[in-house]
């Protein structure tokens, strides 16, 4: 994913997936555009002067390009314009009280002329989608002067229709293949997969040593028909539970890690359309059953974990444990 936006760098987004619990994305292969005002801007002592900065701007929106803070030298403050540049500066001076507390940079187009070419792309997000375009992104990037769009498509011709929205110069395409059919894996080194069902508990694990406990987990996560037939003296089950979101449920797992100098055992995970637009909303969770062989698993005591890194609610996100410590012994 492209690289973020400063603070105040004015964004208009469809939003990109990836968001707390993996929540959900558009699944529609032509999501619908949306737009977002200003960010607002951090709290601190240099946020007024870039607030001053963004009012005067919109007060001339023939030559405003945007203001941002430039990070890379000291966090200074950075508005940009087309045009008489000597003429803003003094104004902008005296609007602060002092000079040199915003730092002014030529720009080859504004603000509103690279918004205006947002709006039209999404605008068109369906008739590109039937072009086999699909839009993912726009956002105007004020530190580069340019509109960023990104997109999936396998037609040759995609950046250059999307090009064609702007003058030279204007947007900058970012493209991804078009989106595949896929499979999931339903086994690995050590593990193979016994199910996967959509259930409520999201951002849980459990683990089954016998037939008795894994009947207590099927029916804890509320699992169909029976569970099915495994050996418990070679394998022990365990259960993912990962969150999904109502536009997004397609959710993949890639492989189940068992780290021995860790003594970490976690799912890998992956969105199979990713990238593309996504909501933010949890309505469930995409939910794995394993067996796992006992010979593959570290040496107890171990932990059991979601993912890799423990995530922002645990050990418990109110519908389970997301960590669980294990001993076999």
Known sequence: MRRRMLAIAVLMALAVAGCAARP???????????????????????????QVVQGYGD???????????????????????TGHLADHQHALDAL????????????GFTQATLQGIANSVM??????????????????????NNLELEAKSDDPRAESILKAYGPPG???????????????????????????FDTDLSYTV????????????????????????????????IILSDGIGSSCPELRLDGVVMDADARLVHGEFSDPYAPRACTA?????????????????????????????????EPDCGMGASTLQVDLR
């Not at 989608?129 to 530190?143: E, N, T, Y």
């Not at 894994?214 to 029976?226: F, H, S, V």
């Open 206 to 237: 459990a683990i089954a040593v016998d037939r008795a406990e894994l009947k207590t987990q099927w029916e804890r996560y509320g699992l169909p028909n029976d569970p099915p037939a495994w050996e418990p003296s070679r394998e022990v089950v």
């Open 281 to 313: 909303d949890l309505v469930g969770a995409k939910t794995f059953v394993v067996a796992v062989a006992r010979d593959r698993l570290p040496s107890s005591p171990f932990t059991l974990r979601l993912l890799a890194e423990p995530i922002g609610c």
């Open 96 to 107: 602060l009280g002092a000079p040199g507390r915003v730092v002014l940079l030529p720009a």
């Open 24 to 50: 959900g994305a558009q699944p529609s292969r032509s999501p619908t555009p949306s737009t977002s005002a200003l960010p607002s801007i951090p709290g601190g002592p240099s946020d007024e002067p870039a």
């Open 170 to 196: 204007t947007v900058v395409v970012h493209l991804y293949p078009a989106d595949k059919p896929w499979t999931q894996p339903t086994e690995g080194p050590g593990w193979r997969l016994l199910g996967v």
């Open 123 to 144: 605008g068109n997000h369906q008739k590109l989608a039937d072009q086999g375009i699909v839009l993912l992104s726009a956002g105007v990037d004020v530190i580069h």
């Open 59 to 81: 007060a001339h929106p023939d030559e405003y390009a945007g203001v941002y803070f430039d990070n890379e030298n000291g966090g200074r403050l950075v508005a940009r314009f």
